[in-house]
């Protein structure tokens, strides 16, 4: 840096505005000449400028964006910002920091998200974002985070019913009420995109591919049993088969009962896919597999139980693909409202590769693993030809586990958090954190209800960790988990009776935790109540 015009003046001196220059290690020489225009320079000195914080943090990457697929009910609200920091958001423009009452779920790092929920079709929503960072600094002006969701457009209904009455034939001059095909497989290969095809009471003994048509946004192909109905998608064996969802977009798949396949349902090289109100049970291998970079998948409502019916994996809901490869980035899936049960193997499995994964207000029990494997299974970012480069930022909230081996691992960078656990078997963990990898990344583990005694509640093998409000670990910022605080706990009842120990008693997390597992706002009352 040159820090001026020269100094010919002795005693010499120079002055430098260090605020002009970036913080960091900087090193000093001196030249100095005779009036012969002879020079020499000095041995260099390092000097420290450490120029106070004075910008507020800049965002970017917000999302959503544009239109969401016609029947969105729920959406994930992100950004990112370039230095750690505490992001809110308003529904009205204009809105200072200090006075918005909205924090991210999921904030506290450079990345922020929260559950934007109440959605519905043709509708338009805008997100303005102001965030903090850690020195203070705010953003006076908002970062707008806008989307919409489609307005729910009507292609040509089409019908499937092999009762024999009506009699049903595969021919293209069916496909009505009156007369239906017989399969679902040949309609799938004849309907157009935003088609529905309603599938009526039955057994189908077949292997649908569903490898088309793909919907819109606007207007998702709808592949559905006949409101009232129960059809039963039936294989040639758990050794044999699974039905299939590839390489499509926009697709609705909802209320099939599943069984005696070797893997009930993949969903394989697909983006915005809902699979709902299915039963998938009594398979070879696993329940439900989400694979090959599919990615904006939601799985809700459904059951799904009695895996590994023949041999090898039995997980409930598996994300992503084995070490071996291929390479798999599986992203952005939603698993909620899900109840899974007699699982040889996890009951959900985060694969490594895979990131942004949300598993929400679940039910699992009855998942056979072990003492360092959960029934909700976070994996390594990092295994084999599997790798992700940054923070895989897993959610795993508002889940209810019991009757398991360990409930929960967290191998990687997540958020564990408002999760009800008990009765896990003899030995086992609430909570097992560790780290293959040697990661950087943060496991926060935040108000947890755990039924076990302190030393098996939350166990860290390895990695960096942020554990507070929990009811379960006897450490600083938690408390060992007693009966007395619970309305029922005999009946599983854990919401806090009054005035017991835990309310009020845990540290402020609303940077990470806005919501209780009941959907209340924390904190209630005085303070933030633990558990």
Request: aromatic share 8%.
């Given at each position: 840096?040159?820090?001026?015009?020269?100094?010919?003046?002795?005693?010499?001196?120079?002055s430098?505005?260090?605020?002009?220059?970036?913080?960091?290690?900087?090193?000093?020489?001196?030249?100095?000449?005779?009036?012969s225009?002879?020079?020499?320079?000095?041995?260099g000195?390092t000097v420290?400028?450490?120029?106070?914080?004075?910008?507020?943090?800049?965002r970017?990457?917000?999302?959503?964006?544009?239109?969401?697929?016609?029947?969105?009910?729920?959406?994930?609200?992100?950004?990112t910002?370039?230095?750690?920091?505490?992001?809110?958001?308003?529904?009205?423009?204009?809105?200072?920091?200090?006075?918005?009452?909205?924090?991210?779920?999921?904030?506290?790092?450079?990345?922020?998200?929260?559950?934007?929920?109440?959605?519905t079709?043709?509708?338009?929503?805008?997100?303005?974002?102001?965030?903090?960072?850690?020195?203070?600094?705010?953003?006076?002006?908002?970062?707008?985070?806008?989307?919409?969701?489609?307005?729910?457009?009507?292609?040509?209904?089409?019908?499937?019913d092999?009762?024999?009455?009506?009699?049903?034939?595969?021919?293209?001059?069916?496909?009505?009420?009156?007369?239906?095909?017989?399969?679902?497989?040949?309609?799938?290969?004849?309907?157009?995109g935003g088609?529905?095809?309603?599938?009526?009471?039955?057994?189908?003994?077949?292997?649908?591919?569903?490898?088309?048509?793909?919907?819109?946004?606007?207007?998702?192909?709808?592949?559905?049993?006949?409101?009232?109905?129960?059809?039963?998608?039936?294989?040639?064996?758990?050794?044999?088969?699974?039905v299939k969802?590839?390489?499509?977009?926009?697709?609705?798949?909802?209320?099939?009962e599943?069984?005696?396949?070797?893997?009930?349902?993949?969903?394989?090289?697909s983006?915005?896919?809902?699979?709902?109100?299915?039963?998938?049970?009594?398979?070879?291998?696993?329940?439900?597999?989400i694979?090959?970079?599919?990615?904006?998948?939601?799985?809700?409502?459904?059951?799904v139980?009695?895996?590994?019916?023949?041999?090898?994996?039995?997980?409930?809901?598996?994300?992503?693909?084995?070490?071996?490869?291929?390479?798999?980035?599986?992203?952005?899936?939603?698993?909620?409202?899900?109840?899974?049960?007699?699982?040889?193997?996890?009951?959900?499995?985060?694969?490594?590769?895979?990131?942004?994964?949300?598993?929400?207000?679940?039910?699992?029990?009855?998942?056979?693993?072990?003492?360092?494997?959960?029934?909700?299974?976070?994996?390594?970012?990092?295994l084999?030809?599997?790798?992700?480069?940054?923070?895989?930022?897993?959610?795993?909230?508002?889940?209810?586990?019991?009757?398991?081996?360990?409930?929960?691992?967290a191998?990687?960078?997540?958020?564990?958090y408002?999760?009800?656990?008990?009765?896990?078997?003899?030995?086992?963990?609430?909570?097992?954190?560790?780290?293959?990898?040697?990661?950087?990344?943060?496991?926060?583990i935040?108000h947890?209800?755990?039924?076990?005694?302190?030393?098996?509640?939350?166990?860290?093998?390895?990695?960096?960790?942020?554990?507070?409000?929990?009811?379960?670990?006897?450490?600083?910022?938690n408390?060992?988990?007693?009966?007395?605080?619970?309305?029922?706990?005999?009946?599983?009842?854990?919401?806090?009776?009054?005035?017991?120990?835990?309310?009020?008693?845990?540290?402020?997390?609303?940077?990470?935790?806005?919501?209780?597992k009941?959907s209340?706002?924390?904190?209630?009352?005085?303070?933030?109540?633990?558990?």
């Amino acid at each position: 840096v040159n820090t001026g015009a020269e100094d010919t003046t002795s005693a010499y001196s120079i002055s430098w505005d260090t605020t002009t220059a970036t913080n960091g290690n900087h090193v000093i020489t001196a030249t100095a000449r005779d009036t012969s225009s002879n020079t020499a320079t000095s041995a260099g000195i390092t000097v420290t400028v450490s120029n106070a914080d004075t910008t507020p943090p800049t965002r970017s990457n917000g999302a959503p964006s544009g239109t969401l697929q016609a029947g969105t009910t729920s959406t994930t609200v992100s950004l990112t910002t370039n230095e750690t920091a505490t992001c809110r958001y308003s529904t009205t423009s204009g809105v200072a920091y200090s006075s918005m009452t909205n924090t991210f779920s999921t904030t506290g790092s450079t990345s922020h998200s929260a559950t934007a929920s109440g959605l519905t079709n043709g509708s338009s929503y805008s997100y303005y974002v102001r965030c903090n960072d850690t020195a203070g600094n705010f953003n006076t002006n908002d970062y707008t985070i806008s989307f919409s969701v489609a307005a729910q457009s009507t292609g040509n209904i089409y019908y499937v019913d092999n009762s024999g009455s009506p009699a049903c034939s595969n021919s293209l001059s069916y496909g009505s009420e009156s007369q239906p095909w017989c399969t679902l497989t040949y309609a799938v290969s004849l309907i157009n995109g935003g088609d529905t095809i309603y599938v009526k009471q039955g057994t189908y003994n077949e292997v649908p591919l569903i490898n088309r048509p793909n919907g819109t946004a606007g207007n998702p192909t709808v592949i559905q049993t006949y409101p009232g109905h129960t059809v039963i998608l039936r294989g040639n064996g758990v050794n044999t088969g699974r039905v299939k969802i590839f390489g499509s977009k926009y697709i609705t798949f909802d209320g099939f009962e599943i069984t005696n396949y070797n893997q009930g349902l993949f969903v394989e090289a697909s983006s915005n896919i809902i699979v709902k109100n299915c039963n998938i049970h009594d398979v070879g291998q696993d329940g439900l597999h989400i694979l090959a970079n599919s990615e904006f998948i939601t799985v809700e409502n459904c059951t799904v139980h009695d895996t590994r019916k023949w041999q090898f994996n039995g997980e409930g809901i598996y994300v992503g693909t084995g070490s071996a490869g291929p390479l798999d980035n599986t992203n952005n899936i939603i698993i909620r409202n899900n109840l899974i049960y007699n699982t040889i193997d996890e009951g959900i499995e985060l694969k490594p590769g895979t990131h942004d994964i949300l598993v929400e207000n679940n039910t699992i029990y009855n998942s056979t693993t072990s003492s360092t494997f959960g029934a909700i299974e976070i994996n390594e970012a990092n295994l084999g030809v599997q790798t992700w480069p940054s923070n895989p930022n897993h959610i795993v909230r508002n889940n209810i586990i019991y009757n398991t081996d360990t409930a929960i691992r967290a191998g990687t960078g997540s958020s564990v958090y408002n999760n009800i656990i008990y009765n896990t078997r003899s030995g086992n963990y609430g909570i097992y954190v560790n780290n293959a990898n040697s990661d950087a990344y943060t496991r926060r583990i935040y108000h947890n209800t755990i039924n076990l005694p302190s030393s098996n509640a939350v166990v860290v093998s390895s990695g960096t960790t942020d554990i507070k409000n929990n009811i379960g670990p006897a450490s600083t910022n938690n408390i060992a988990y007693s009966s007395s605080y619970f309305v029922n706990a005999a009946g599983s009842d854990y919401h806090l009776l009054s005035g017991s120990a835990p309310v009020s008693a845990g540290v402020d997390l609303s940077a990470w935790v806005t919501t209780d597992k009941d959907s209340v706002s924390r904190p209630q009352g005085v303070g933030w109540d633990l558990g």
